[in-house]
C-alpha cells in the first residue's frame, strides 16, 4: 500500500512539475502529513522528486538536481522570488552596469527593472529577450556554450566578454547553500563565472530563498563573507543571518 501510494504522488509530481505538499496532503485525507512527508523523502531519495520548502518539484529523468529544467523551476516558490527582485531592485543606481546571472530569481528581477539608462549584462538568453521589452538600457547578451535545461550560457567566450567589463552590481543566483559549502551551483563553467562576478563586481548581490539552506551542490564560488548584500525571503536560518552579521553582509 505504501509504495503503491508512493508511486501515485511520483506519478501526480511529474505531470503537474511542481506541487505543494497540501496538494499531495489533499489526495489521500486518510493519510498524515508526517506520512506525506516520508513518502516525499523517500521518493527524493529514489531520484524521482526534489523537496522544496513547502512542496516538491520533479526530477527530469536522467536529469540530476542540478540540472532541474528552467520550465519548472519558475513553478518554485515564485511570488518570494518576485519580493525579493522588488528588494534587489534598491541596489540598481540609474547609469550604472549590472550583471544578471541566469536563473529564475534573476528573470523575476528582469521582470520588475524599470525602463531606465542601465548597460545590463546578463547570461541567460530567456532574460536578455525580456529585457529588450523595455526601451532604454542597453542589453549585452554574453556569449558562450547554452546548458539546455537552465537555459545559461558559460564557457571561455563567456568569461573573456565579462573580464573586459567594469560591472558596478552583480546579482548571482545560488542552487545550494550550506556553512561549510559556500554558495554552490551545480555546473563547472557556471561556477566560473559566478567566482569572476564575485571578484569583478563593485557591489556582489546574492539572490537565495531559504529552500536554498541545507542544499550543497559540487561547484562553490563563494560565501556570505564574500557577498555585500544577500536578498532574501526573510526565512533564512538563523546562522546564515549570525554569520553575516559578523562577516558585514546586508541581509535584505
Not at 66 to 90: D, F, G, P, S
Not at 141 to 148: A, D, E, K, P, V
Not at 173 to 185: A, I, K, L, Q, R
Request: aromatic share 4%; glycine share 10%.
Amino acid at each position: 500500500m505504501n509504495q503503491l501510494r508512493r508511486e501515485k504522488i511520483g506519478k501526480y509530481i511529474q505531470e503537474k512539475g511542481a506541487v505543494t505538499v497540501k496538494e499531495v496532503s489533499a489526495l489521500f485525507p486518510d493519510v498524515s502529513l508526517m506520512t506525506v512527508h516520508r513518502d516525499l523523502e523517500k521518493l527524493e531519495e529514489e531520484g524521482i522528486i526534489i523537496r522544496t520548502r513547502g512542496g516538491a518539484i520533479s526530477a527530469t529523468p536522467g536529469t540530476s538536481p542540478t540540472e532541474i529544467k528552467l520550465e519548472t523551476r519558475m513553478q518554485t516558490n515564485w511570488k518570494e522570488k518576485r519580493e525579493m527582485a522588488r528588494k534587489a531592485l534598491r541596489l540598481i543606481e540609474p547609469g550604472s552596469a549590472v550583471f544578471l546571472d541566469a536563473g529564475t530569481s534573476n528573470m523575476a528581477l528582469a521582470q520588475a527593472i524599470p525602463d531606465i539608462d542601465l548597460n545590463i549584462f546578463t547570461t541567460g538568453p530567456g532574460i536578455a529577450l525580456e529585457l529588450g521589452k523595455l526601451s532604454i538600457p542597453t542589453v549585452h547578451m554574453c556569449g558562450g556554450t547554452l546548458n539546455r535545461f537552465n537555459q545559461a550560457v558559460s564557457g571561455q567566450s563567456t568569461l573573456q566578454m565579462l573580464e573586459q567589463i567594469n560591472i558596478a552590481t552583480a546579482f548571482l543566483g545560488v542552487s545550494g547553500y550550506t556553512e561549510d559549502g559556500g554558495f554552490t551551483c551545480g555546473k563547472e563553467d557556471e561556477m566560473l563565472v559566478k567566482r569572476l562576478m564575485m571578484k569583478k563586481a563593485g557591489k556582489k548581490v546574492i539572490l537565495m530563498d531559504s529552500s536554498k539552506c541545507g542544499r550543497i551542490l559540487p561547484y562553490t564560488f563563494g560565501n556570505v563573507e564574500d557577498a555585500d548584500y544577500i536578498v532574501s525571503d526573510g526565512q533564512l536560518p538563523k546562522e546564515v543571518q549570525e554569520r553575516a552579521e559578523q562577516a558585514g553582509t546586508e541581509i535584505l
